[in-house]
């Protein structure tokens, strides 16, 4: 049987990454049409890499925490059947399900740990910071951009997203408030393909109602249960 998992912030609070949208989270800090918009980057760029010079620097002090391991450890012992037995997407930026051991990581929303050109589309590892004035090393421009997704855009892979959940027979969204789409809208294709859906998360969420079944509690304690049962199953 092929898993689809889908994390969110939830996975990397526990790793003392702030989460979005839970009180105190980061959009009750800045606004997010300053911080996280195109409009808001041709405004005032400087404001925007200060935002994301600063999530990056939290992540690389962050430690990738026992839900980001079980995971590592579901994609080496899952069975594979022929389509890879495991896809993993996630809406993070951080790179913490790499730093775990995580193969193959889908970022549907970019990666913070990536700068990408506005003006050639080149992509390379960003330095710990970025200014407006820095040069993209392909063309020279200066429009060099954190390699995230911004609200208004489009994430990365939706193909590949698309074909995974089609042919899914188990979906798991972990740690994911069901605020942001697409991703809100996985859960809806999985079941359309006829797949089983659970939902592990902090409390219920917006979307729980549209889950087979849904545990809660925090990540690094539910995940690795999780993963323990299916592989005993499995
Ligand atoms: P969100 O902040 O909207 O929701 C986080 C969810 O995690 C909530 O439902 C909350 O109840 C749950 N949660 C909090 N602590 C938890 C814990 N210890 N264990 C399990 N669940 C816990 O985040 P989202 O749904 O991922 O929102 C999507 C957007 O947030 C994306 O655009 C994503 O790129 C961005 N984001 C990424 C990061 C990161 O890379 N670490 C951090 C914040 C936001």
């Not at 918009?37 to 760029?45: D, I, K, L, M, Y």
């Not at 027979?169 to 079941?191: C, K, N, W």
């Amino acid at each position: 049987m092929e898993i689809v998992i889908l994390t969110g912030a939830g996975i990397s609070a526990e790793s003392g990454l702030g989460t979005f949208r839970d009180k105190g989270g980061l959009w009750a800090q800045y606004d997010l049409r300053e911080v996280a918009t195109p409009e808001g980057f041709a405004r005032n760029p400087g404001l925007v890499h200060d935002f994301y010079n600063a999530r990056r620097a939290n992540m690389r002090a962050a430690r990738p925490n026992a839900a980001h391991r079980a995971l590592v450890r579901l994609a080496r012992d899952w069975p594979r059947d022929g389509h890879g037995g495991l896809t993993l997407i996630t809406q993070n930026v951080d790179d913490l399900h790499e730093r775990a051991g995580s193969p193959d990581v889908i970022h549907m929303h970019g990666e913070l740990g990536r700068a990408l050109c506005a003006a050639c589309g080149a992509r390379w590892d960003a330095p710990d910071e970025m200014h407006p004035l820095d040069p993209c090393p392909a063309c020279g421009a200066r429009a060099t951009r954190p390699d995230v997704v911004w609200f208004g855009e489009i994430p990365y892979h939706m193909e590949r997203i698309g074909a995974a959940l089609r042919r899914c027979g188990l979906f798991v969204a972990i740690g994911t408030s069901g605020q942001v789409y697409p991703a809100a809208g996985f859960v809806a294709e999985a079941r359309a393909a006829g797949a089983d859906t659970l939902e592990l998360n902090l409390e219920r969420s917006q979307t729980s109602h549209l889950f087979d079944r849904v545990e809660t509690g925090k990540a690094g304690r539910i995940v690795p249960a999780f993963v323990d049962r299916l592989l005993q199953a499995g």
